[in-house]
């Protein structure tokens, strides 16, 4: 089982939707939670950087994290075509200081004007 | 500010050729990784370092080999290109955490633009 997994999609959407993008993790040490944007042909870009459990808004993103059940989510309202791009989910153990992130496969997500 | 800037960003290379890969950044970041994306397998850290002089093999090492002479910079080489090292190659930095036994948020990584490597 890999530490984390994110469903790839594609996921498309008509503009105005709201959308939901996950990944479960197995390893209860993670505490710090982020999720990149990444367009076509650039490298990834931070979105949303969460630490431990909880909510975090940032204009029209929501990050969700639930240690309990292993599951964080990023929502997007009112979608737009520019949120067209690659989401990837990343995650790291505070107690292991040299531990890299652990990145998901990421969710291609279309949205249709 | 450039944050993180690879070098070349496209490259096509015959099987049994060497070549370097080039990161810079200008964050004075402390950490410094390689990674590479393939279709189907996401983001996998090929090596990392963790300061000026220091480096760490990552999930997939194996016929990669890097170098932090100065803390800037992060090269990645190739000494014998193989078809399977064909892959969009991506550099992260980040600051390194503070402060021993006391919690502190993990800096998330900066990426640069990637280098697409094909070899035949």
């Known amino acids: 089982q890999k530490e984390v997994e994110q469903d790839p999609g594609p996921l498309s959407v008509p503009e105005g939707a709201i959308v939901s993008l996950n990944c479960t993790y197995s390893n209860s040490a993670f505490q710090y939670f982020m999720w990149y944007r990444q367009y076509s042909r650039k490298g990834p870009e931070l979105l949303m950087y969460t630490y431990s459990s909880g909510n975090k808004e940032d204009g029209r993103f929501t990050a969700q994290v639930d240690k309990s059940s292993k599951y964080i989510s990023l929502f997007i309202r009112d979608s737009q075509p520019s949120d067209s791009a690659t989401y990837l989910c990343?995650?790291?153990?505070?107690?292991?200081?040299?531990?890299?992130?652990?990145f998901g496969k990421g969710t291609r997500l279309s949205v249709i004007a | 500010n450039a944050g993180v800037t690879q070098t070349p960003k496209f490259r096509v290379l015959k099987t049994g050729q060497s070549m370097t890969l080039l990161c810079a950044q200008d964050m004075n970041h402390e950490y410094m990784y390689w990674y590479r994306q393939d279709p189907g397998m996401g983001l996998r850290l090929i090596h990392y370092s963790v300061g000026e002089g220091t480096t760490a093999k990552g999930e997939v090492p194996d016929g990669y080999n890097v170098s932090r002479l100065k803390k800037q910079n992060f090269l990645l080489g190739l000494e014998s290109a193989a078809p399977s090292q064909t892959s969009v190659y991506f550099c992260a930095s980040s600051y390194k955490l503070t402060g021993q036994g006391i919690v502190s948020r993990r800096q998330p990584q900066h990426f640069g633009d990637g280098t697409r490597l094909s070899i035949l």
């Open positions: 990343a995650m790291s153990d505070r107690l292991s200081g040299n531990t890299p992130l652990v």
